[in-house]
């Protein structure tokens, strides 16, 4: 069983930065792209950063710019840098397998709360 553990959210003022790691375990990690996705408040989850299993990135286009997903599949794991963030950022992070595949369990995510 896979389980997936996010991490690293937390309160920062318009424009900071935050790194988030999701670290996965119970699986071959290496084998598979990862995305991570956001919820806010009211809205459906939505994802913003995916990475293939040979470091290919792509971005939703509100987050291009600002934001890097990186992996290290050593360490099971892969990051979201987030920086210049901004109050729309706000909401629970996941992380996942791409939507094109099935999901894994789904973590408790971690919460980022961008406000001044």
């Known amino acids: 069983q896979v389980q997936l553990v996010e991490s690293g959210g937390g309160l920062v003022q318009p424009g900071g930065s935050l790194r988030l790691s999701c670290a996965a375990s119970?699986?071959?990690?290496?084998?598979?792209?990862m995305a991570w996705y956001r919820q806010a408040p009211g809205k459906q989850r939505q994802k913003v950063a995916e990475?293939?299993?040979?470091?290919?990135?792509h971005y939703a286009d509100s987050v291009k710019g600002r934001f890097t997903i990186s992996r290290d599949n050593a360490q099971n794991t892969v990051y979201l840098q987030m920086n210049s963030l901004q109050p729309e950022d706000t909401a629970v992070y996941y992380c996942?397998?791409?939507?094109?595949?099935?999901?894994?369990?789904w973590g408790q995510g971690t919460q980022v709360t961008v406000s001044s």
């Open positions: 119970g699986t071959v990690f290496s084998l598979y792209p």
């Open positions: 990475i293939s299993s040979s470091g290919s990135t």
């Open positions: 996942n397998r791409p939507p094109t595949m099935p999901p894994f369990d």
